[in-house]
Nanobody
Framework: QVQLVESGGGLVQAGGSLRLSCTVS?????????MGWFRQAPGKEREFVAA????????YYADSVKGRFTISKDNAKNTVYLQMDSLKPEDTAVYSC???????????????????WGQGTQVTVSS
C-alpha cells in the first residue's frame, strides 16, 4: 500500500514563505511516480497547483502560483517539496500531494490522473 504524508503547513503572514513536504512510502520505487500538488479552499473545488514529471524533472504550474511556488523532489528521500514564496491570502487552503504511477516522462495536472493522495496540510495566509 502506498502512503503519502504531507507536512510543513501552518499560519504565515502575507508575503511570507512556507515549504511543504510530502513523503511517499510503500511498494514501488519513488522514481516511478509523477507527483503533483493540489489545494482546496473552503467552499471551492480542488485545484491544481504544481506538478513534476517522473524523469527529467519537468515542472508545470498553475498560472496563479507561477513565479512564486517551486516544486522539486529528492528521490533519495522519497520526498516531493513545494516551496511557496510571496504568499497571498488567496493561497489559503488545504494542500495535498498526489502520486501517479507511470513509465512516461510526462507531468499530470488533473485530479483524475492521480492514483494516490495524501491527507492534506492546512496553509493559512493572513493579511
Amino acid at each position: 500500500q502506498v502512503q503519502l504524508v504531507e507536512s510543513g503547513g501552518g499560519l504565515v503572514q502575507a508575503g511570507g514563505s512556507l515549504r511543504l513536504s510530502c513523503t511517499v512510502s510503500g511498494h514501488n520505487t519513488f522514481n516511478m511516480y509523477a507527483m503533483g500538488w493540489f489545494r482546496q479552499a473552503p467552499g471551492k473545488e480542488r485545484e491544481f497547483v504544481a506538478a513534476i514529471s517522473r524523469i527529467y524533472t519537468i515542472t508545470y504550474y498553475a498560472d496563479s502560483v507561477k513565479g512564486r511556488f517551486t516544486i522539486s523532489k529528492d528521490n533519495a528521500k522519497n520526498t516531493v517539496y513545494l516551496q511557496m514564496d510571496s504568499l497571498k491570502p488567496e493561497d489559503t487552503a488545504v494542500y495535498s500531494c498526489a502520486a501517479h504511477y507511470t513509465y512516461t516522462g510526462s507531468y499530470y495536472y488533473t485530479t483524475d490522473e492521480y492514483d494516490y493522495w495524501g491527507q492534506g496540510t492546512q496553509v493559512t495566509v493572513s493579511s
